[in-house]
Nanobody, 122 residues
Framework: QVQLVESGGGSVQAGGSLRLSCAAS?????AGWFRQAPGKEREFVSA????????LYSDSVRGRFTISRDNAKNTVALQMDNLKPEDTAVYYC??????????????????WGRGTQVTVSS
């Protein structure tokens, strides 16, 4: 069983930055970040393969967010720059042990963290 612990959330003004981190127990998985705003469905934000060779982003965050991983430390990070109020949500880290390649599909992910709140004020 894989355990995931997110950290780094908080409150920031529009235009600011935050860096989320996910500590994962396990290896050889695709990692993803998703978010869920109040009253909305959970949505894909970004994903990265084990090697780091493939990185994907949703259209809403591309160019502002950067995903990375350090396999030696078993961590996955999401650097979020130029934050907007619409980025306000609970952010979740997830892992796909099967490396399915369906990066933006919630059902492909086997384990989820508890989430960390990100609040962006205008």
């Amino acid at each position: 069983q894989v355990q995931l612990v997110e950290s780094g959330g908080g409150s920031v003004q529009a235009g600011g930055s935050l860096r989320l981190s996910c500590a994962a127990s396990g290896e050889y998985f695709t990692a993803g970040w998703f978010r869920q705003a109040p009253g909305k469905e959970r949505e894909f934000v970004s994903a990265i393969t084990w090697s780091g060779g493939v990185k994907l982003y949703s259209d809403s965050v591309r160019g502002r967010f950067t995903i990375s991983r350090d396999n030696a430390k078993n961590t996955v990070a999401l650097q979020m720059d130029n934050l907007k109020p619409e980025d306000t949500a609970v952010y979740y880290c997830a892992v796909d042990l099967g490396n399915s390649g369906t990066y933006d599909y919630l059902g492909a992910y086997d384990y989820w963290g508890r989430g960390t709140q990100v609040t962006v004020s205008s």
